[in-house]
């Protein structure tokens, strides 16, 4: 259905009159005539009787005449979506995160976006960094907020947004809790609740390294993907884990958070975004540019 002719019915239907509605269209009345005979043609019925002061609607030209609205609104909200679509400033931004970016990433960047972009339908899905970047890679998702070190191959680039060192959670009832801070040398005989390897790479490397940074293979009593599940099980008391810093934001009545004393510079991870070059959508670049406010060097 050519929504061309669409807008003529209707202008015409308002005015019931050729002259007029040739005016307000721009066109002129021999077209406007010629665009309602094919569209009484299409539909096989006559829409208006033609009248010696101008035209009226038939039975079928009033029917007719509600579907015409809806379908000229709706034909005028997709163009809209479109356009907005195009600039960035509509349609969908499917954007994947990671479990710890609850505590200030999300809480800073998504009022900010949605500021800015309005139009903007935000899909947000909780993943682990590793299904993250598949899912970019496939073309599933169109930002993602990781966790890095990222130990998977990816072509992604990567913005870092937040830095966070190392801190020591363990059970409130733990004989180091009584300390302020804790060396990392201090708990080469403590078990552990470790990431799992597969799914949260990046964590698992990053800590294990800082134990055998301190001399130390980390033992591993319990693995588990996401932080809190890692507070939850050390809440349990089935080991003691290192953390992101920014996860002391997940109170747990049972779990104390120390210093780790001897840090090195290395005893940290990020939360980074991550994007695949080329294939941003409009709304993924506005994204990324309000992202870049964010970003720390």
């Known amino acids: 259905m050519d929504l061309r002719r669409l807008r003529h019915f209707h202008v015409l239907a308002e005015t019931l009159n050729f002259s007029r509605a040739a005016e307000r269209l721009h066109i002129a009345q021999p077209a406007l005539s010629v665009s309602i005979q094919k569209l009484e043609s299409e539909l096989g019925a006559r829409l208006f009787e033609r009248m010696p002061t101008g035209v009226a609607l038939t039975a079928s030209g009033q029917a007719v005449l509600i579907e015409a609205r809806r379908m000229l609104y709706h034909g005028e909200q997709m163009l809209r979506l479109a356009q907005d679509t195009a600039q ?19 809480p800073a960047l998504v009022p900010a976006f949605r500021a800015e972009y309005p139009g903007v339908e935000l ?66 005989r403590e078990p552990f609740v470790m990431y799992n390897a597969a799914e949260a790479g990046g964590l698992h490397g990053a800590a294990m390294a800082l134990c055998q940074w301190a001399g130390f293979v980390a033992q ?78």
């Open 123 to 188: 899909v947000l899905r909780e993943l682990t960094s590793y299904r993250i970047v598949e899912a970019l890679a496939e073309e599933g998702l169109d930002v993602g907020i990781v966790r890095t070190p990222l130990l998977q191959s990816s072509t992604a680039e990567l913005l870092t947004l937040q830095r966070d060192p190392f801190v020591l959670a363990l059970p409130s009832a733990h004989p180091l809790a009584s300390r302020e801070t804790v060396a990392v040398k201090d708990l080469a």
């Open 220 to 297: 591993v009593a319990q693995e588990a993907t996401q932080v809190p599940t890692v507070l939850a099980l050390v809440e349990s008391g089935l080991g003691v884990a290192l953390v992101p810093a920014v996860t002391r934001g997940q109170r747990e009545p049972g779990v104390v958070y120390r210093e780790l004393a001897d840090l090195p510079p290395s005893g940290e991870t990020t939360l980074a975004l991550a994007w695949q070059p080329g294939l941003q959508t409009p709304a993924a670049l506005r994204f990324i540019e309000v992202a870049r406010r964010y970003a720390v060097g």
């Open 88 to 106: 960035g400033t509509g349609g969908p931004l499917r954007i994947g995160f990671v479990g710890s970016t609850i505590y200030s990433v999300l």
